[in-house]
Every structure is written in C-alpha cells, then in structure tokens.
C-alpha cells in the first residue's frame, strides 16, 4: 500500500511540473509574440469621446513622434501626467498624443476637461469600451506609455515617466 501511494505521489508531483512547465513556456511564448507585434504600429480600433471610431489608419501616415498612453482619470500618476502635458505643450507640439482609457465616457470625457487637455490640439482621447488594449499591445498596467516614431516603436515605459523620457530617440524602454 505504501509503495502504491509514493508512486502515485511521485506520479502527481512529475505531471504537476511538467504542466507548470508548459504554462510558463506558454506565457513566455505569448509575451515574445506580442513584443514582436508592437514592433510596427498594430492595428487598433477605439473610439472617440463622441463615440466616431479612431483606428490606427487615422495615424498611419503620422511622421512625428506618436505617443500611445494607457491611463485610467482616476490614476494620480494619470492625472499628473496630464498636467505634466500642458505644462509640456510647446515640447509636445509636434507629438500626437493618444489617451486611452478603458473607462466610460463620462470620466473620461471629465478628466479630459478638468486637466484642461481639450485645449492641446495634438491630444485624442480615445476609449476602449472591448478592452482590446492589453492584448493589441501587451500591456495592461496604467499608465503604459508606447512612443512611435515613423510607424516605428523606440520606448515602452510601464509606470509614471517624464515628458523627457517620451521625447527621446534614445532608446530606454522600462519593463
């Protein structure tokens, strides 16, 4: 009896590493899949505050620096931000600023005001009612800044940045 429940032991204990084994060669293939699919600019579809659709064909042709902001209006590190980009507004002029949130419209559409980004013309606040963010871009920490340059990506900061950060070529991406 003794030699059947340590076989059996012994038998549960090697299929439990070997699927451990799998899910973390799984999760690891996936994020090496999404990294190489953010690359180049995906294809997304969010929408604006007044519910038109904004698609990455509405960016396609964008030669400057296009920044890419995960956020939430009720994240301090969002809402500092913000005001980081009106203080920011004359070295962000020739970046277009993306601004997506998974919240409603009304937050959003409040958070846009009271931090006074309506007055920024290179600023889009997008929603993402799908929730599509995390898997296009392999993020879903707020806030997630993704910088483009020319269609191509040259920074990914996770976490609170600097205006500095999103506006150097050098490449410096924080995980």
């Not at 899949?33 to 294809?43: D, K, M, N, Q, R």
């Not at 013309?121 to 707020?142: C, E, H, S, Y």
């Not at 191509?152 to 506006?167: A, C, P, Q, Y």
């Amino acid at each position: 009896m003794k030699k059947l429940l340590a076989t059996v032991l012994i038998a549960a204990v090697v299929f439990l590493i070997g699927w451990l084994g799998y899910k973390i060669y799984r999760v690891k293939a996936r994020k090496e899949t999404l990294a190489g699919a953010i690359v180049t600019l995906p294809s997304f579809s969010f929408y604006k505050l007044d519910n038109t659709p904004f698609t990455a064909d509405s960016v396609a042709n964008n030669k400057d620096r296009l920044i890419i902001m995960l956020f939430s209006p009720d994240c301090e590190h969002c809402q500092y931000t913000a005001k980081s980009y009106v203080q920011h507004r004359q070295e962000l002029e020739s970046s277009k600023i993306l601004m997506v949130t998974l919240a409603d419209s009304l937050s959003a559409t409040k958070f846009y005001t009271n931090y006074q980004l309506n007055t920024l013309p290179n600023i889009v606040m997008l929603r993402d009612p799908q929730m599509t963010f995390p898997k296009t871009f392999g993020a879903g920490m707020i806030p997630t800044f993704l910088v483009y340059k020319n269609g191509k990506l040259i920074n990914r900061f996770i976490g609170e940045t600097r205006v500095d950060n999103l506006l150097s070529d050098s490449t410096m991406t924080a995980k």
